[in-house]
C-alpha cells in the first residue's frame, strides 16, 4: 500500500525557473495539502483542498498555485522559483478536512 | 499569539524517564487534535489522536483541556527509539483553515 507518493524527491532549480512537484493518494481520502517545512519554521500550510474540486489558500500560497487533478491527485506549481522557496515540500491527504492526515516522503527543493 | 505553540525544549532524558509535553493553541473553536512525530529528515507521521476524555496507547498517554485550551502527551519508560521531534497539531474548520502545526518538541533519550 503505497499511501502518499511525492515526486520527485529532490530537485535543484535555477532562480526563474518553473516546475511542478506531484502528489498521488491511494487511500480514497477526499482531503489534500501542500506543506513547506524550514529549519525553525516548522511545517507551513501552502494550499488545500478539501475535496475534488475545491482550493483554498493556507498560510504561505504566494509565489506557488495548485490543482486537484482528481480525487487522488495533487500538484503544486512553481511558476518563478526564488531561492526563498527552498525548503522540504511534504504533501498530505486525510480523509475529510478534520482527520488526521498521511505525509508522503517529501521533496527536497533547492533554488540557487 | 500564534495558533499553535510549543515549548522547543530539546528535552533531555535518560532511558527509562518519564517526559511530558505541553501545547497550547489560541482558537477555542478547533476541533480536532493530534500528537505527530518526526524523525530527522523524515516526513511526520500520526503518533496518537487527542480526544476530550483523554486517550491512552501502550506508554503514551494524550490529554486535552479545552477550557484552558492546551493538550498534552506524556512518555513513560522512555526508549531510546522514542527519540525525535514531537508535533502538536490543530485543525479548525471553521475558521476556514486546515491542518496547523505547532513547531515541534525535541525529545533526545540517552542510556
Known amino acids: 500500500n503505497a499511501g502518499v507518493t511525492q515526486t520527485p524527491k529532490f530537485q535543484v532549480l535555477k532562480t526563474g525557473q518553473s516546475m511542478t512537484l506531484q502528489c498521488a493518494q491511494d487511500?480514497?481520502?477526499?482531503?489534500m495539502y501542500w506543506y513547506r517545512q524550514d529549519p525553525g519554521m516548522g511545517l507551513r500550510l501552502i494550499y488545500y483542498?478539501?475535496?475534488?474540486?475545491?482550493?483554498d489558500k493556507g498560510e504561505v500560497p504566494n509565489g506557488y498555485n495548485v490543482s486537484r487533478l482528481n480525487k487522488r491527485e495533487f500538484s503544486l506549481r512553481l511558476e518563478s522559483a526564488a531561492p526563498s522557496q527552498t525548503s522540504v515540500y511534504f504533501c498530505?491527504?486525510?480523509?475529510?478536512?478534520?482527520?488526521?492526515?498521511?505525509f508522503g516522503q517529501g521533496t527536497r527543493l533547492t533554488v540557487v | 499569539r500564534k495558533e499553535v505553540e510549543q515549548d522547543p525544549g530539546p528535552f533531555n532524558v535518560p532511558e527509562g524517564a518519564t517526559v511530558a509535553f505541553n501545547c497550547t493553541y489560541s482558537?477555542?473553536?478547533?476541533?480536532?487534535f493530534f500528537w505527530y512525530r518526526q524523525d530527522c529528515r523524515k516526513e511526520p507521521k500520526l503518533l496518537m489522536s487527542?480526544?476530550?476524555s483523554g486517550n491512552e496507547d501502550g506508554r503514551f498517554t494524550a490529554q486535552l483541556n479545552r477550557a484552558s485550551q492546551y493538550i498534552s502527551l506524556l512518555i513513560r519508560d522512555s526508549k531510546l527509539s522514542d527519540s525525535a521531534t514531537y508535533l502538536c497539531?490543530?485543525?479548525?474548520?471553521?475558521?476556514?483553515?486546515?491542518?496547523?502545526f505547532g513547531k515541534g518538541t525535541t525529545l533526545s533519550v540517552s542510556s
Open positions: 483542498s478539501a475535496s475534488e474540486g475545491t482550493t
Open positions: 487511500m480514497n481520502h477526499n482531503s
Open positions: 487527542v480526544y476530550s
Open positions: 482558537n477555542s473553536a478547533s476541533q480536532s
Open positions: 498530505a491527504s486525510s480523509g475529510t478536512i478534520n482527520t488526521e492526515a498521511f
Open positions: 497539531v490543530v485543525n479548525n474548520l471553521q475558521a476556514g483553515t486546515a491542518l496547523i
